[in-house]
């Protein structure tokens, strides 16, 4: 008897889960792709915004890296005050890199969660699929999404 019920249990919470996407009407899966296109959009644009600013971030870096040396080598700096300037340099540059990708990161959570919840409410799954996305010489996981196929 125990395993009869859990049975039917088990049976109703699959039904409960898989019909509203069996039944949905195309239209529905439509508007949920919509959704999901337009989420991707705003994601891939956030990542193009966050390499750019990060390029221009390290290209700032670098340019005060090549003034620190030439500083340096006309005797402005000597090597202990150099290299102070240089690890300050270097810890404002991952400072600012490290803000561009836990905005970006943040940003397109957000976008993806607020697509996901919109899509459950139709009855839809959509899945995050994380791909590589390379800032600054780093690796960051971004979440594209998609719709689920059962």
Same mark, same amino acid.
């Given at each position: 008897?125990?395993?009869? #019920?859990?049975?039917? !249990?088990?049976?109703?919470?699959?039904?409960?889960?898989?019909?509203?996407?069996?039944?949905?009407?195309?239209?529905?899966?439509? *508007?949920? *792709?919509?959704?999901?296109?337009? %989420?991707?959009?705003?994601?891939?644009? /956030?990542?193009? @915004?966050?390499?750019?600013? %990060?390029?221009?971030?390290?290209?700032?870096?670098?340019?005060?890296?090549?003034?620190?040396? #030439?500083?340096?080598?006309?005797?402005?700096?000597? #090597?202990?005050?150099?290299? *102070?300037?240089?690890?300050?340099? /270097?810890?404002?540059?991952?400072?600012?890199?490290?803000?561009?990708?836990?905005?970006?990161?943040?940003?397109?959570?957000?976008?993806? %969660?607020? %697509?996901?919840?919109? @899509?459950?409410?139709?009855?839809?799954?959509?899945?995050?699929?994380?791909?590589?996305?390379?800032?600054?010489?780093?690796?960051? !996981?971004?979440?594209?999404?998609?719709?689920?196929?059962?």
């Amino acid at each position: 008897m125990k395993r009869l #019920s859990v049975m039917l !249990l088990v049976l109703t919470l699959v039904f409960a889960v898989f019909t509203p996407t069996a039944f949905a009407g195309a239209s529905e899966y439509d *508007q949920v *792709q919509d959704l999901v296109d337009k %989420a991707n959009a705003k994601i891939e644009k /956030a990542v193009g @915004a966050a390499i750019e600013e %990060a390029d221009r971030v390290t290209e700032k870096y670098l340019e005060d890296l090549d003034k620190l040396e #030439s500083k340096k080598e006309a005797g402005i700096f000597d #090597s202990n005050k150099y290299e *102070q300037e240089k690890a300050r340099l /270097a810890a404002k540059y991952e400072q600012k890199i490290d803000k561009i990708i836990d905005k970006l990161v943040e940003k397109t959570g957000k976008v993806a %969660a607020k %697509a996901r919840n919109d @899509a459950v409410k139709k009855g839809f799954v959509v899945i995050c699929e994380e791909v590589e996305v390379e800032i600054a010489g780093r690796t960051v !996981l971004i979440d594209p999404l998609r719709i689920a196929d059962f």
